[in-house]
C-alpha cells in the first residue's frame, strides 16, 4: 500500500505540492509517461527523451510529505498529460485543504537493479505494481477525487554520465534570473563557455547575437566558477526552459562541463532531494 498525503499545517506543504506540479509538469515537455520507484526512504524518477538527448534524474526524500506510507517498494507509470491536467485543479488553497496520493498493490515482479554482481550479472530484486493511482483534494469540506488508470512499463536502470568535470559553476537561487532573464532571448540554441574566472551564455539568432559574461572576481556575487581548463558546450535553449521551470523549488543550482561530453544541470532541493539534468551536445 502507497499512501502519501500533504497538510495545508505543515510547513513543508508547498515545496511537497511543487514535487507533483511543478517536477511532473516540467517532465511533460520530455516525456510522456513517467516511472516512478517509491520506498520508506525516497521517490526516484529516471526518464530520457525520445532523441536520447536529455536524462533526468529525481531524488526526493519523502519526510518531505506529512503522511508517508510505503509497505514495500513500489513501481507506479504515470501517464504524464492527464496527471498534470488533474495536479492543475488541485490545491492547499483552504486553511485545512489536504490532498492525498494513494495505490494499493495488485501484483510484483522482479527488476534489475543499478549495481551488478561481482560475476557482472545484474541482481535482481522484487517490487510491486499498481493499477490504479487515486488522487483525493480536499479545501474546506469540499472533496475531490480522481483515478487514474496505471500503464505497464519496465522501470528504467540508465546510468548517469558522470564525468571527471572541467569546470564546475555554482549558481545561488538569487542568481537564477540571469538564466531566465538572458537564456531565452533569440535563437533556438544556447552556448555556455567557460574561460580562465568568465562563465559566458551565448547566443546567436537571425541577424542578431548576445554574450552574458559572468565573471567570479567578487565573493558576493551569486555564483562561483572552479575550472581546469575552458570548455564549450552548445545546447537546445529549450531544456534550459525546461530547468527553469524549477528554479522556485530550488536554493541552488550546480552546472558541470567538460569537453565534448554531457552537461549536468544539478538543482539543490534544500534538504529534500535533487534533480539532475544531463544533456548531450549539440553536434
Known amino acids: 500500500m502507497l499512501e502519501i498525503k500533504i497538510e495545508n499545517k505543515a510547513d513543508e506543504s508547498a515545496f511537497a505540492m511543487s514535487v507533483f506540479k511543478q517536477i511532473f509538469g516540467a517532465l511533460e515537455d ?5 516511472t516512478v520507484r517509491f520506498s520508506k526512504e525516497n ?17 526526493i526524500v519523502t519526510s518531505v510529505f506529512t ?16 496527471f498534470n491536467t488533474i495536479m492543475k485543479n ?50 474546506d469540506g469540499s472533496i475531490s477525487k480522481f483515478s487514474i488508470d496505471l500503464l505497464e512499463s519496465e522501470l528504467p536502470q540508465y546510468t548517469a554520465p558522470m564525468a571527471n568535470w572541467s569546470s564546475i559553476i555554482n549558481v545561488r537561487s538569487d542568481g537564477f534570473k540571469l538564466f531566465k532573464n538572458y537564456g531565452d532571448l533569440f535563437g533556438s540554441k544556447i552556448i555556455f563557455r567557460v574561460q580562465k574566472n568568465e562563465f559566458i551564455l551565448e547566443q546567436h539568432g537571425e541577424g542578431t547575437s548576445s554574450d552574458v559574461v559572468l565573471k567570479a572576481d567578487d565573493e558576493n556575487k551569486p555564483y562561483t566558477i572552479d575550472s581546469t581548463s575552458p570548455c564549450s558546450i552548445e545546447i537546445k535553449k529549450s531544456y534550459l526552459n525546461n530547468i527553469g521551470k524549477l528554479f522556485s523549488m530550488s536554493e ?6 567538460m569537453e565534448e561530453h554531457p552537461i549536468l544541470f544539478e538543482l539543490k532541493l534544500f534538504n529534500f532531494g535533487y534533480v539532475q539534468f544531463f544533456i548531450a551536445p549539440q553536434s
Not at 521517490?43 to 531524488?59: A, E, F, P, R, Y
Open 67 to 82: 503522511h508517508y506510507r510505503c509497505d514495500k517498494d513500489i513501481v507506479l507509470t504515470i501517464p504524464l498529460k492527464i
Open 252 to 257: 541552488e543550482m550546480q552546472i558541470s562541463m
Open 30 to 34: 520530455i516525456i510522456t509517461t513517467i
Open 43 to 59: 521517490m526516484k524518477i529516471q526518464v530520457i527523451d525520445s532523441m536520447h538527448v536529455c536524462l533526468c534524474v529525481v531524488d
Open 90 to 139: 488541485c490545491s492547499l488553497s483552504g486553511d485545512k485543504s489536504s490532498f492525498m496520493l494513494s495505490a494499493m498493490e495488485s501484483s510484483s515482479r522482479e527488476i534489475e537493479v543499478e549495481n551488478a554482481g561481482n560475476d557482472g550479472e545484474g541482481k535482481k530484486e522484487e517490487v510491486s505494481t499498481a493499477n490504479k493511482l487515486n488522487l483525493c483534494n480536499e479545501i
